[in-house]
């Protein structure tokens, strides 16, 4: 028979056996070959096997399909040592499988040496340095908190990962952002942290499951003042001179003339119809900000802060996470993120403090995190608790440091600035 045997992320040296006939490969847990990340479409590829013939075929996916680094718009047909991309994962078409295996785990063993150079690993050193330095200088303490807690964060998007321990699960942190909050409630004001976050399901070349985030939260600050904040400390670490704000609905309105606040429905899927692109084959089934998503990151995302550090602000309130509501505009969010280079950088809220709120975003992530076939999430916290007590007002930032590492020296893959990726890890 054939298989398709993953040649990088978490399930390298995984073989896929192909059945006769139609083998549908996707993230719908129906797909005989399942994929679960978002990357990938829910119906991706079908790979049609009648031996000794093998035919591949996109269908219409979102982030596509490539043969031998070519992209697949007609069905070909496949052989032996083809190499398929699907979205960002790699697989080798192969029809004996005990020799590739062996030969993939040599590989993996015996390359041993860090994927970044070592004036990469000096240089990200020295920026370490100089983040630390900027913090001490505005009156902020260095903390240090779990990276596995009982507690995680109830995201429709994100994964976090379980670790289970004497019959309990515990999950890595995919921010420190729980517990740095539990040491605002009990009087600390002015906090950051430089740690390690684990986010499964992300890969690619901005992505790595185990990562380096900076994390910061001040009390008494306005969002004016933490966005200042932020662009200074980007402009110090790299370099520019200034940066520019401008809202979530006037990026849509440059880039593609949509207003996502006020534009209705049928006009966002009208947009969507008519864009020169190729949505997933589900984009209609797709909630508001589905489309959103979907139009920012193929249009509006690659346009910010192509020439300046750009921070967009007042997301639509639907997209808040653990940010407040806005206390002069209804409809948005007091929620900004950092753009440099179309690459997002950092994100910050001025911070949710309603414990009944929060009750109710995690009961509706975790509906929706169902709709989407993805198990729910504890929403009893030690954060619940804190919240009850009285959190106070603050705002907070989480910011991508391989990803700044990346801007600061100009790389295009974040394997250039990590020591060991997790495929070497």
């Known amino acids: 028979m054939a298989y398709l045997l993953a040649t990088n992320g978490l399930d390298r040296g995984q073989a896929y056996e192909l059945v006769l006939g139609n083998n549908v490969i996707g993230r719908d847990a129906d797909c005989d070959v399942h994929l679960n990340l978002p990357s990938v479409s829910r119906k991706h590829v079908r790979l049609v ?7 591949i075929s996109d269908l219409d996916s979102a982030n596509g399909t490539k043969i031998n680094g070519h ?21 080798s078409f192969v029809l004996e499988l005990p020799n590739m295996t062996e030969n993939i785990s040599e590989n993996h063993r015996t390359n041993f040496q860090p994927t970044a150079a070592l004036s990469t690993l000096q240089r990200r050193s020295e920026l370490l340095v100089l983040v630390r330095a900027f913090f001490y200088d505005h009156g902020f303490d260095e903390v240090e908190t779990p990276v596995l807690s009982i507690d995680t964060v109830v995201d429709r998007h994100l994964f976090p990962i379980p670790v289970g321990i004497d019959n309990e699960t515990y999950w890595l942190q995919t ?55 932020l662009g200074s400390l980007v402009s110090t670490i790299l370099s520019t001179n200034t940066h520019q704000t401008i809202s979530y609905q006037q990026a849509f309105m440059t880039a593609i003339e949509i207003d996502p606040l006020e534009d ?10 008519g864009l020169d692109f190729q949505p997933p084959e589900n984009w209609r089934n797709m909630d508001r900000d589905g489309w959103l998503d979907l139009l920012f990151a193929e249009y509006v995302q690659p346009t910010l802060g192509l020439h300046v550090p750009t921070i967009l602000v007042d997301y639509p309130l639907s997209q808040a996470a653990l940010a407040r509501q806005h206390p002069d505009n209804p409809k948005v ?90 495929d070497r890890a």
């Not at 001025?350 to 009961?363: A, C, M, S």
């Not at 929403?379 to 440091?401: K, N």
Request: aromatic share 10%; proline share 5%.
């Open 49 to 55: 096997a009648d031996d000794p013939h093998f035919t």
């Open 71 to 91: 992209p697949l718009t007609n069905p070909v047909s496949l052989q032996p040592g083809d190499v398929i991309t699907i979205a960002d994962l790699e697989f």
């Open 175 to 229: 921010s420190p952002e729980f517990h740095m909050k539990r040491l605002l409630t009990v009087g600390m004001k002015a906090i950051y942290q430089i740690t390690r976050a684990f986010r499964h399901a992300e890969k690619g070349p901005h992505h790595n499951l185990e990562f380096t985030i900076l994390e910061w939260y001040r009390t008494s600050w306005s969002t004016s003042d933490a966005i200042t904040f």
């Open 264 to 273: 209705s429905t049928e006009k966002l899927l009208h947009c969507i119809a």
């Open 333 to 422: 969010a007091d929620r900004f993120e950092l753009f440099f280079h179309g690459l997002e950088l950092a994100n910050g809220y001025h911070e949710l403090l309603d414990v009944q709120e929060l009750r109710r975003r995690n009961d509706r992530n975790n509906r929706l995190r169902e709709q989407d076939g993805q198990p729910r999430l504890p929403q009893e916290s030690y954060l619940d608790t804190a919240m009850q007590s009285g959190l106070p007002d603050c705002c907070g930032v989480a910011l991508g440091f391989d990803r700044l590492v990346m801007l600061a020296i100009g790389a295009t893959d974040i394997s250039e600035v990590i020591a060991f990726p997790f």
